[in-house]
């Protein structure tokens, strides 16, 4: 089966398994969508609302974020782990937006294509592939299509990669596959089968409802059968 047509066939499965995803949130300043990625990196997605939460109650305005003492934003966003990474990132992006436009208003980014959007978010130190496809995901309502570590193990397991050996090709790889309708429910729900099924650490194959089409599944079932 080959990449798109077995992508089209998970996203199915997963939909039924784990029932319909729609965008939740309404951003209004693409900005928001970007500092509550950076917040959501290397922690769960419960710490990762509890802290964006605890920040926008602190700071009305990201100028208030911008203008405020370094310990100040890291006991905001304490409660989502890493915090004194975090708000250094944080306090270096707003300082270089506000470098480049004297403002914190992104929302002309709306209006720009896909590749635009990638190549001014890209300006910024901190912001990668993976934060530009969630910010055009969930900031922009666009057809990306994030890797995360949970995304890349499930995907390699299926066997979807064709030899992409980094997260960052894979997505390139994958958002080239993925049919664009699929992208988010795909995204969320690869996200959701990664902590509760395909673990990194014993994944759970005989409850998966992808075990027919894993390449890692069939392998495992070959070997206990020798």
């Not at 029932?19 to 951003?27: H, I, K, L």
């Not at 928001?32 to 939460?53: G, K, M, P």
């Not at 992409?164 to 795909?186: G, M, N, V, W, Y």
Request: proline share 4%.
């Amino acid at each position: 089966m080959q990449s798109a047509g077995k992508l089209a066939r998970i996203a199915a499965i997963l939909r039924k398994t784990y029932g319909a995803r729609q965008p939740q949130r309404r951003w209004g300043n693409p900005l928001d969508s970007v500092i509550h990625t950076l917040l959501s990196q290397n922690t769960t997605a419960a710490n990762c609302e509890r802290a964006y939460t605890q920040l926008r109650q602190r700071f009305r305005t990201w100028e208030a974020v911008w203008e405020a003492p370094l310990k100040g934003l890291i006991a905001a966003i304490r409660s989502g782990g890493l915090a004194n990474i975090k708000a250094v990132r944080i306090k270096a992006l707003l300082e270089e937006i506000w470098r480049a436009q004297g403002h914190f208003d992104l929302s002309f980014l709306r209006d720009l294509p896909d590749e635009e959007v990638r190549a001014y978010l890209g300006r910024f130190k901190g912001i990668g592939s993976k934060t530009t496809a969630c910010v055009l995901l969930f900031g922009l309502g666009r057809p990306a299509f994030p890797v995360d570590t949970h995304v890349f193990r499930i995907c390699r397991r299926l066997g979807l990669l064709d030899g992409q050996p980094t997260p960052e090709k894979a997505q390139a790889f994958l958002e080239s596959q993925i049919r664009p309708r699929d992208c988010h429910a795909l995204h969320v729900h690869l996200v959701e089968h990664g902590r509760e099924v395909c673990k990194a650490h014993h994944p759970a194959c005989g409850e998966c409802s992808l075990s027919a089409l894993c390449t890692h599944a069939r392998r495992l079932h070959s070997a206990e059968s020798e």
